[in-house]
């Protein structure tokens, strides 16, 4: 996640927002110990098929979900910071980060 974070902030962005289902009590101590603050509350929808026949028929229907929004502020030395150690070279993710560096760098420069 840090490394996410990483490439947000160097993006220029000042917020970094997420969901988690309400019910996910795991996740939700994970994200609020990393610094995220709980904002909002939004209602979903899902389907345990894409079929929403075949969901309301066989698989018991359409389930309500609350998700809470969760925000984390940049930090004042992420502005300061060096860029983050992104793996190069090291397979395909690797290869993809470094794109999106070089993106996110270009995208500064403009």
């Known amino acids: 996640m840090s490394r996410v974070e990483a490439i947000v902030w160097e993006a220029g962005e000042s917020v970094l927002s997420l969901q988690v289902d309400e019910l996910n ?61 992104v793996p190069r070279g090291r397979g395909v993710v690797g290869r993809l980060l470094s794109g999106v560096r070089r993106r996110l760098k270009a995208l500064k420069q403009n």
């Not at 610094?35 to 939004?42: A, I, K, N």
């Not at 894409?50 to 979900?65: D, F, N, P």
Request: hydrophobic fraction near 35%; charged fraction near 25%; aromatic fraction near 4%.
């Open 25 to 85: 009590g795991p996740a939700l101590q994970l994200y609020r110990g990393l610094g995220y603050e709980v904002v909002g509350r939004e209602r979903a929808s899902t389907t345990p098929s894409r079929y929403g026949l075949v969901s309301k028929l066989l698989l018991g229907g359409v389930r309500e979900r609350t998700l809470l929004v969760l925000q984390k502020p940049r930090p004042p030395a992420a502005a300061e910071a060096a860029e983050p150690e």
